[in-house]
């Protein structure tokens, strides 16, 4: 019997993964990595000379381009698969990262005359430099008691399209005037591959405002925020809208060509890695809570109906899978923390100690923080180092540590980091069941849980929840392959639905992470403690962190809050 196969490809923060998949079992048959040339871009644009503002991380068009042009052909030959035998090519990315194109869907930022224009770029998912106008959106939704809020947790993020479009619109106007559109990442990138631009139902509700039933807000509300705006989504937000499994076009004979793979085959309608993944760790039913883990998370679960959650990130109907509500919320940096801590936070000790030792610092900095028992370095932390994503919602939130004194370490400065990112999750998992959203279980994926199982154990003990984990190590890869199995269809060696797609392709390890009675009951204690900073710092009883940013930035002659 011929097998068949898909391409996923998961277009992430730094790098594009490609996956070719057997879609009888779900094996990953070769994979390759293209690390994005220009990375995000947060100090200058491209060409040098324009300094960015703090805030702002774009991206650069091309190198998601580059992504199709070497690890297409990288997987193929890798696999030693004949292309006839791949029946279609799906992709996710992060989001809301999106663009300004021109009538031919070209990106702004690739005219010449536009070059030097940030607001021609793309604008990556953790830009964060609209707070003012999601502030104004909130307040204007809330004034005209706009549906789209509640669907929102409440507050719609500085993260989303509308407030990073009317970013565009109130720092050049230019811009704004030239774009034909604005577009998700996810959309330009499927469109380079069916030559023709089709929007996904997933990031239209999510990131949008659009819903189901009642499509986008009323003209009214954008004209409330601005008169020109009043006809935006009709004009730069027009377009098709596919849900999730559906085909969005067939590959070009020109993409066919750089790619390897043969023309006609079909292409999914663009996804969002987090979303993509909960199929690909095989949950397709209420009650258990996807964590895509890497330098941030996102939290995602199914349900039934569609409930209110504070801050979550958005529900969605259909928006996971096909006949549930999905609702997502996040944590804006978790990994990213990490990061920060690997650069700014160790000691040189410990730098010399892994040369000699040979080691991995974040190896040995893991060995070090696990000798330690819940509440042993006295340390606690809110994890807003990138703001709060959910449940407050605001990304002029910051980091705090407290409990430091002359004996500090570094290793427990890192596993109180690790905690608070738990104490976050647990935040979360609180917000959802309160409103009635049950979980009872927690499912990982992403880069952590492959890398560190100290973290997977203190999130355990911190929820008092198992964490199972995805078998695979690109669950969103698997996912976008596996959503192209739906689109290409079963006639064409394809799945019929997603649910048919999940019971053969995915999988968790055997292995998981249990919760140990006695540490869960010391983090219950400690998780008091977290909430009440989390209430005092972050419900304006004291806006200490609000008032440091805005002498920051008047001190550096930035953008002051109001
Ligand atoms: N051993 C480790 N322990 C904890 N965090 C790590 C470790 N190694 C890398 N990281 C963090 O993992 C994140 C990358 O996660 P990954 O899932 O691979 O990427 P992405 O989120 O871009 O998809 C980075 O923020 C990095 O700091
Ligand atoms: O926000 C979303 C999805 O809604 C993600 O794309 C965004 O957090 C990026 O996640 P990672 O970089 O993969 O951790």
Same mark, same amino acid.
């Given at each position: 019997m011929i097998k068949h196969y898909t391409i996923g490809i998961d277009y992430g923060t730094e790098s594009g993964r490609a996956v070719l998949v057997?879609?009888?079992?779900?094996?990953?048959v070769a994979e390759h990595v293209t690390p994005y040339i220009h990375g995000v871009i947060d100090q200058h644009l491209p060409a040098g000379g324009v300094v960015l503002e703090r805030e702002w991380a774009l991206q650069h068009p091309r190198d998601y381009i580059d992504v199709l042009e070497q690890s297409v052909p990288a997987v193929l030959k890798e696999a030693g698969v004949d292309p006839s035998q791949v029946i279609g090519i799906g992709i996710d990315f992060t989001a809301c990262t999106m663009l300004p194109v021109d009538e031919d869907g070209e990106p702004l930022c690739f005219q010449a005359g536009f070059a030097n224009r940030p607001h021609a770029w793309v604008k990556l998912w953790k830009h964060h430099a609209a707070q003012d106008e999601a502030d104004e959106i909130n307040r204007i939704g809330a004034e005209r008691e706009e549906a789209f809020l509640q669907r929102y947790g409440g507050k719609y993020s500085s993260e989303w399209m509308m407030a990073k479009i009317w970013q565009v619109f109130n720092e050049d106007r230019d811009m704004f005037d030239e774009a034909d559109a604005f577009l998700e990442g996810t959309d330009w990138v499927t469109a380079q591959l069916t030559g023709t631009i089709v929007r996904n139902s997933c990031t239209a509700g999510y990131k949008a405002m659009w819903h189901k039933q009642d499509g986008y807000p009323d003209d009214a509300f954008f004209e409330a925020l601005h008169?020109?705006?009043?006809?935006l989504t009709a004009t730069k937000l027009r377009g098709e809208i596919r849900a999730p499994g559906e085909a969005a076009g067939s590959l070009t004979k020109e993409m066919a060509e750089r790619t390897g793979l043969l023309p006609g085959i079909a292409v999914a309608v663009g996804n969002v890695d987090a979303h993509v993944s909960v199929p690909a760790t095989g949950v397709v039913t209420p009650g258990k809570l996807v964590m895509a883990m890497g330098t941030s998370i996102c939290h995602l679960v199914l349900a039934e109906e569609e409930k209110e959650v504070e801050g979550m990130c958005g529900v969605v109907e259909d928006g996971i899978v096909p006949g549930y509500y999905g609702y997502e919320a996040g944590q804006s940096a978790v990994g990213d923390i990490f990061a920060w801590f690997m650069e700014h936070g160790l000691t040189s000790d410990l730098v010399d100690e892994a040369k000699q030792k040979n080691r991995p610092i974040h190896a040995l900095l893991e060995e070090k923080a696990a000798a330690y028992q819940p509440g042993e370095t006295g340390l606690l932390a809110l994890d807003w180092w990138n703001g709060n994503r959910s449940t407050l919602v605001d990304t002029n939130l910051s980091g705090i540590i407290i409990g430091? &004194?002359?004996?500090?370490?570094s290793e427990e400065i890192y596993r109180t980091l690790l905690e608070a990112t738990a104490f976050g999750t647990k935040k979360i998992v609180e917000a959802f069941t309160k409103a009635g959203v049950e979980v009872n279980e927690l499912v990982a994926c992403g880069g952590l849980p492959q890398k560190n199982n100290l973290l997977m154990q203190i999130f355990a003990d911190v929820t008092n929840l198992e964490i199972k984990v995805a078998a695979s190590k690109q669950t969103p890869a698997l996912g976008a392959a596996m959503y192209a199995s739906v689109a290409a269809g079963e006639a064409a060696?394809?799945?019929? &639905?997603i649910f048919a797609a999940a019971e053969k392709m995915a999988r968790v390890q055997e292995k998981s992470y249990k919760p140990n009675a006695e540490r869960a009951q010391v983090y219950e204690e400690i998780y008091k403690e977290y909430s009440k900073l989390h209430d005092y710092f972050g419900r304006g009883e004291n806006d200490v962190m609000k008032t440091l940013r805005s002498v920051r930035d008047k001190a550096k002659g930035g953008t002051v809050l109001a």
């Amino acid at each position: 019997m011929i097998k068949h196969y898909t391409i996923g490809i998961d277009y992430g923060t730094e790098s594009g993964r490609a996956v070719l998949v057997d879609l009888a079992n779900g094996e990953e048959v070769a994979e390759h990595v293209t690390p994005y040339i220009h990375g995000v871009i947060d100090q200058h644009l491209p060409a040098g000379g324009v300094v960015l503002e703090r805030e702002w991380a774009l991206q650069h068009p091309r190198d998601y381009i580059d992504v199709l042009e070497q690890s297409v052909p990288a997987v193929l030959k890798e696999a030693g698969v004949d292309p006839s035998q791949v029946i279609g090519i799906g992709i996710d990315f992060t989001a809301c990262t999106m663009l300004p194109v021109d009538e031919d869907g070209e990106p702004l930022c690739f005219q010449a005359g536009f070059a030097n224009r940030p607001h021609a770029w793309v604008k990556l998912w953790k830009h964060h430099a609209a707070q003012d106008e999601a502030d104004e959106i909130n307040r204007i939704g809330a004034e005209r008691e706009e549906a789209f809020l509640q669907r929102y947790g409440g507050k719609y993020s500085s993260e989303w399209m509308m407030a990073k479009i009317w970013q565009v619109f109130n720092e050049d106007r230019d811009m704004f005037d030239e774009a034909d559109a604005f577009l998700e990442g996810t959309d330009w990138v499927t469109a380079q591959l069916t030559g023709t631009i089709v929007r996904n139902s997933c990031t239209a509700g999510y990131k949008a405002m659009w819903h189901k039933q009642d499509g986008y807000p009323d003209d009214a509300f954008f004209e409330a925020l601005h008169p020109d705006l009043r006809r935006l989504t009709a004009t730069k937000l027009r377009g098709e809208i596919r849900a999730p499994g559906e085909a969005a076009g067939s590959l070009t004979k020109e993409m066919a060509e750089r790619t390897g793979l043969l023309p006609g085959i079909a292409v999914a309608v663009g996804n969002v890695d987090a979303h993509v993944s909960v199929p690909a760790t095989g949950v397709v039913t209420p009650g258990k809570l996807v964590m895509a883990m890497g330098t941030s998370i996102c939290h995602l679960v199914l349900a039934e109906e569609e409930k209110e959650v504070e801050g979550m990130c958005g529900v969605v109907e259909d928006g996971i899978v096909p006949g549930y509500y999905g609702y997502e919320a996040g944590q804006s940096a978790v990994g990213d923390i990490f990061a920060w801590f690997m650069e700014h936070g160790l000691t040189s000790d410990l730098v010399d100690e892994a040369k000699q030792k040979n080691r991995p610092i974040h190896a040995l900095l893991e060995e070090k923080a696990a000798a330690y028992q819940p509440g042993e370095t006295g340390l606690l932390a809110l994890d807003w180092w990138n703001g709060n994503r959910s449940t407050l919602v605001d990304t002029n939130l910051s980091g705090i540590i407290i409990g430091m &004194t002359l004996q500090t370490k570094s290793e427990e400065i890192y596993r109180t980091l690790l905690e608070a990112t738990a104490f976050g999750t647990k935040k979360i998992v609180e917000a959802f069941t309160k409103a009635g959203v049950e979980v009872n279980e927690l499912v990982a994926c992403g880069g952590l849980p492959q890398k560190n199982n100290l973290l997977m154990q203190i999130f355990a003990d911190v929820t008092n929840l198992e964490i199972k984990v995805a078998a695979s190590k690109q669950t969103p890869a698997l996912g976008a392959a596996m959503y192209a199995s739906v689109a290409a269809g079963e006639a064409a060696g394809g799945y019929s &639905t997603i649910f048919a797609a999940a019971e053969k392709m995915a999988r968790v390890q055997e292995k998981s992470y249990k919760p140990n009675a006695e540490r869960a009951q010391v983090y219950e204690e400690i998780y008091k403690e977290y909430s009440k900073l989390h209430d005092y710092f972050g419900r304006g009883e004291n806006d200490v962190m609000k008032t440091l940013r805005s002498v920051r930035d008047k001190a550096k002659g930035g953008t002051v809050l109001a």
